[in-house]
């Protein structure tokens, strides 16, 4: 299964984006799915997770103001992205978990939050 991250841009703080990662199959059996993202200069880092079941976890910095969701009639996750601030500028990536381990990364969407 591919993936495809997309809904990224230039936004002000405050504002709100919601990313979408369109999968080329079903995701409904894939363990867990998540978003992370990597700032300029930073290490990638886990945003948000979703399981099969619909169980979530959030990093702290995101608690509150991100919402992880998953369709699984379509094939899609969704990273709605509230309240933003300038520090959430990132590439936002999507990924599936396989087995223990999370797949490859394909491309991100830029995230620019403009102070």
């Known amino acids: 299964v591919q993936l495809q991250a997309s809904g990224g841009g230039l936004v002000q703080a405050g504002g709100s984006l919601r990313l979408s990662c369109a999968a080329s199959?079903?995701?409904?059996?894939?363990?867990?799915m998540g978003w992370f993202r990597q700032a300029p200069g930073k290490q990638r880092e886990l945003v948000a997770v979703?399981?099969?079941?619909?169980?979530?976890n959030y990093a702290d910095s995101v608690k509150g103001r991100f919402t992880i969701s998953r369709d699984n009639a379509k094939n899609t996750v969704y990273l709605q992205m509230n309240s933003l601030k300038p520090e959430d500028t990132a590439v936002y990536y999507c990924?599936?978990?396989?087995?223990?381990?999370?797949?490859?990364w394909g491309q991100g969407t830029l995230v620019t939050v403009s102070s």
């Open positions: 990924n599936k978990r396989v087995v223990s381990a999370w797949g490859s």
């Open positions: 199959g079903s995701i409904f059996a894939i363990r867990a």
């Open positions: 979703i399981t099969s079941g619909g169980s979530t």
